[in-house]
């Protein structure tokens, strides 16, 4: 069965400096990988994905992720952190190849706190 | 691109009766919507998965009974909360699969979610 493990469950980091998040995965397979952000009271938006082809993937926001099978982890990266950017982050698993019709297997999350 | 729409945002009701919680894709038909619950401060976790013109498929340990949900069109599901009790207290929020081909078609679109309390 696939699943993430988050293991911060809160950062906390400067505006201007840098933002990581971290993300283990477990898979059967080989795995698609998102990353989501839920501000306050929000929906969900998608930050990035990753479905087997480069293993960098660059986001919205200028989020990126790193893919890397020899360590199961898809970490979450921004070289300089925004005051905007204060708000919960998933690290989510599909259940399938990635297609938008499988389930999505969410990560407890992280709460990212952006200090001025 | 591609809108998932909720209603209502909020909805405040009394224990033991029961709420309605619509999901509609705005733009584009969505044979297949999923339901997620989300407790305080706790991840997403899905609900069911709601067939458009056939039953739901429920996760292990959702009371179908419970949580009756209705997907009557290509653009609308309804999941309906009954006899709430305060426990039931949560965000629910719905996705839909986008289609077509590219990326709107491998894209999956949340709605903006709805709080509901049962007092």
């Known amino acids: 069965a696939q699943s993430v493990t988050q293991l911060d469950s809160h950062v906390s980091v400067s505006e201007g400096t840098p933002v990581l998040l971290r993300c283990n995965y477990s898979s059967s397979y080989s795995p698609s990988l998102f990353w989501y952000v839920q501000h306050p009271n929000k929906g969900l938006q998608l930050l990035l994905k990753?479905?087997?082809?480069?293993?960098l993937v660059k986001g919205i926001n200028g989020f990126e992720a790193e893919f890397k099978k020899s360590e199961t982890s898809f970490h979450l990266t921004k070289p300089s952190a925004h005051m905007s950017d204060a708000a919960e982050y998933f690290c989510v698993v599909s259940d399938g190849y990635g297609g938008a019709t499988n389930k999505l297997i969410f990560g407890t999350g992280t709460l990212l706190a952006v200090q001025p | 691109g591609a809108v998932v729409s909720q209603h209502p945002s909020w909805v405040i009701c009394k224990s033991g009766t029961s709420v309605k919680i619509e999901c509609r894709s705005l733009?584009?038909?969505?044979?297949?919507m999923f339901w997620y619950r989300q407790f305080p401060k706790k991840s997403l976790m899905l609900m069911a998965t709601s067939n458009e013109g056939s039953k739901a498929t429920y996760e292990q340990g959702v009371e179908k009974d419970k949580f009756l949900i209705n997907h009557a069109s290509l653009t609308l599901s309804t999941l309906t909360v009954t006899s709430a009790h305060p426990e039931d207290s949560s965000f629910y929020i719905c996705?839909?699969?986008?289609?077509?081909?590219?990326?709107?078609?491998?894209?999956?679109?949340f709605g903006e979610g709805s709080w509901l309390t049962v007092v």
């Open positions: 990753y479905t087997s082809a480069a293993t």
């Open positions: 996705s839909a699969p986008g289609t077509g081909t590219g990326v709107e078609g491998n894209t999956i679109y």
């Open positions: 733009d584009f038909q969505a044979t297949t």
